[in-house]
T-cell receptor, first 117, second 115 residues
Framework: DQQVKQNSPSLSVQEGRISILNCDYT??????FLWYKKYPAEGPTFLIS?????DKNEDGRFTVFLNKSAKHLSLHIVPSQPGDSAVYFC????????????????FGKGTLLTVNP | NAGVTQTPKFQVLKTGQSMTLQCAQD?????MSWYRQDPGMGLRLIHY???????DQGEVPNGYNVSRSTTEDFPLRLLSAAPSQTSVYFC??????????????FGPGTRLTVL
């Protein structure tokens, strides 16, 4: 049962335009949502996060929006640059473990973003 | 700081062989974890550790062992390699396991092929 879903395997946009990457989740107990970016032959790197009690978080060109009622979040990149071409993973954190003491991160399958010059 | 380092970068094994994937971090992070990434899949958690001497299973632990004798090192052992363990393995660390927005730092990965 996939709890974090990224239904678009790929997305292609023109340089300077907006990139919108979408993510859906099924577990309403997720506390935090994080986006990671991954270049080929490298490990993922953290991009931006949002708490489940917020609906927006912004960091430079990157904004994440959370719609709890729809169990949906999206990552907006404005303006998109060729260097943004990478796989983007949506991930969600939930408290687990004995006594609910550890956070466990669940990843989506990723979306390959290609920004064309 | 070197961050999170992993060795080897590439490895080819025969079915039934054993090996250890090494992971080290120099950030004094208490939380360390191992993930595997397969084509068309997200990263799946194999094992994790919240501190030296403490380990626990993740989503796909079968066929793997871990130990955490120091804060810095978190090796992953394949006991008897199987073709289904062909994957890219990532080690990650983070400062805390009790903060949900705490970012994890990933190593560059080990690409393992089991023939």
């Amino acid at each position: 049962d996939q709890q974090v879903k990224q239904n678009s395997p790929s997305l292609s946009v023109q340089e300077g335009r907006i990139s919108i990457l979408n993510c859906d989740y099924t577990n309403s107990m997720f506390d935090y949502f994080l986006w990671y970016k991954k270049y080929p032959a490298e490990g993922p790197t953290f991009l931006i996060s949002i708490s489940s009690i917020k609906d927006k978080n912004e960091d430079g060109r990157f904004t994440v929006f959370l719609n709890k009622s729809a169990k949906h979040l999206s990552l907006h990149i404005v303006p998109s640059q060729p260097g943004d071409s990478a796989v983007y993973f949506c991930a969600a954190n939930i408290l687990e473990g004995s006594g609910g003491s550890n956070y466990k991160l669940t990843f989506g399958k990723g979306t390959l973003l290609t920004v064309n010059p | 700081n070197a961050g999170v380092t992993q060795t080897p970068k590439f490895q080819v094994l025969k079915t039934g062989q054993s090996m250890t994937l090494q992971c080290a971090q120099d950030m004094n992070h208490e939380y360390m974890s191992w993930y595997r990434q397969d084509p068309g899949m997200g990263l799946r958690l194999i094992h994790y550790s919240v501190g030296a001497g403490i380990t626990d299973q993740g989503e796909v632990p079968n066929g793997y062992n871990v130990s955490r004798s120091t804060t810095e090192d978190f090796p992953l052992r394949l006991l008897s390699a199987a073709p289904s363990q062909t994957s890219v393995y990532f080690c990650a660390s983070s400062y805390s396991h009790t903060s949900g927005d705490n970012e994890q730092f990933f190593g560059p990965g080990t690409r393992l092929t089991v023939l």
